[in-house]
Each structure stands twice: as structure tokens, then as C-alpha cells.
């Protein structure tokens, strides 16, 4: 079974950047596009972005212009970074490993595994 | 302010049947397929159902997803304490090109 693992500081400064890493064990990085999720204090959730393996990636619009997640495939790691960080940007954040079919019935992402998640706070 | 709207709350007795309404718009529901999450506060969300109508394996038969038009919905047949938790739907939307949550719904089971 696929287990995800956040590492990361829990306390970064605003304007600077947010780093997060994913660490994949049990599974094959290759079989599965990588999501990252936020939730903020008392808000619902909120789509990051997603990468595969090979680099193929795409990211919320609203987040693009401060975002750029990688995998390192060699260890297994998949990394986000978020730019330019604000208050908003306080929120415990999930990566996940994301199913991505597209058929008859249309697009079908889900996401299976999730990490336990990590609590970033962005202090003024 | 999410593309997909759920009731904030919904509550039922230990036995009852609880249902859990997603609407979402002609750019996700009806053109893609939609997922369903239950979280708890301080823990990782967990998939309940994805493709509108499949149980991951080890998610109990009591969770039960389906879709009309541009809604989706969530049952939970046979409510038991355990299903205390917030719910979101979620989908892909083709005009963002890009994945959406639902607003959530806490369930109370009274």
C-alpha cells in the first residue's frame, strides 16, 4: 500500500517561500500523478496542483504564478513550492497520489493515498 | 467561493439514512466523474467514493454515490456514530482546466 509522508518547516515568514516534500514508499512513483491539497482553519479544501513522473504537471489557476512542484524519482520525493507566501497561505497541507482517467465518462481524477498532512503557518 | 455548492450542514439519527447534496455546473458534473471525501479535523481526508459510483475497497456498502444533470449526492444508509465527519465532493471542471472541492458538509449524527 502506497504511504505519502509531508516534511517540512511549520513556520515560514511572509513574502519568502513555502517548501513541502512528499516522500512515496510502498508504491511506484511512476504509476500515479502527485497532488498537493491544502486546507486552511476552517475552509474546505483546496486543490494545489498535481505532477507525474515524467514531469507532466498542471496547477491551480489561481496559485500558477507563485507554484512549482518536481519529482525526484530517484528517492522517490515529490516537492512543492510556493512562492511570495501571505496569511491565506496558513493552511495544513496534504499531497496525494491522484488517479487521472480519461473515458467515455469523461475526466476522473480521485486521489487514493493521502500523507497525514503538515500544518504551515505564515508568520507577519 | 467553490464552483461545487454543499448544504454546510446535515444531521440524523444512529440508524437513519443521511443524504449529502453537491451541485456543480455543466463544466464538471455531467462531463466528468465525481469523487467524494470524508475528513476529520486533523487527519488526512479519506476517498469514499470516485468515477460518481465506486467504493474504494474497505469503504462500507452503507456509502452510496450517484449523479442527475449537473448534481451529485452522497447517502449514508444506516448512519452510525463513526460517520461524524466532514464530507466534500469533488470533480474536475473543463472551464477552470483545473480540480475543484466542494464547499464541504459536517455531518451530526444526533
Known amino acids: 500500500q502506497v504511504q505519502l509522508q509531508e516534511s517540512g518547516p511549520g513556520l515560514v515568514k511572509a513574502s519568502e517561500t513555502l517548501s513541502l516534500s512528499c516522500t512515496v514508499s510502498g508504491g511506484s512513483i511512476s504509476s500515479y500523478y502527485w497532488s498537493w491539497i491544502r486546507q486552511p482553519p476552517g475552509k474546505g479544501l483546496e486543490w494545489i496542483g498535481y505532477i507525474s513522473y515524467s514531469g507532466d504537471s498542471k496547477y491551480n489557476r489561481a496559485l500558477k504564478s507563485r507554484v512549482t512542484m518536481s519529482v525526484d524519482t530517484s528517492n522517490k520525493d515529490v516537492s512543492l513550492k510556493l512562492s511570495s507566501v501571505t496569511a491565506a497561505d496558513t493552511a495544513a497541507y496534504f499531497c496525494?497520489?491522484?488517479?487521472?482517467?480519461?473515458?467515455?465518462?469523461?475526466?476522473?481524477?480521485?486521489?487514493?493515498?493521502w500523507g497525514q498532512g503538515t500544518l504551515v503557518t505564515v508568520s507577519s | 467561493q467553490s464552483v461545487l455548492t454543499q448544504p454546510p450542514s446535515a444531521s440524523g439519527t444512529t440508524g437513519q439514512r443521511v443524504t449529502i447534496s453537491c451541485s456543480g455546473t455543466r463544466s464538471n458534473i455531467g462531463r466528468n466523474t465525481v469523487s467524494w471525501y470524508q475528513h476529520l479535523p486533523g487527519t488526512a481526508p479519506k476517498l469514499l467514493i470516485y468515477r460518481n459510483n465506486q467504493r474504494p475497497s474497505g469503504v462500507p456498502d452503507r456509502f452510496s454515490g450517484s449523479t442527475s444533470g449537473t448534481s451529485a449526492s452522497l447517502a449514508i444508509s444506516g448512519l452510525q456514530s463513526e460517520d461524524e465527519a466532514d464530507y466534500s465532493c469533488?470533480?474536475?471542471?473543463?472551464?477552470?482546466?483545473?480540480?475543484?472541492f466542494g464547499t464541504g458538509t459536517k455531518v451530526t449524527v444526533l
Open positions: 469533488a470533480i474536475w471542471d473543463d472551464s477552470l482546466d483545473g480540480y475543484v
Open positions: 496525494a497520489s491522484s488517479a487521472r482517467i480519461r473515458d467515455s465518462s469523461g475526466w476522473s481524477i480521485y486521489f487514493e493515498y
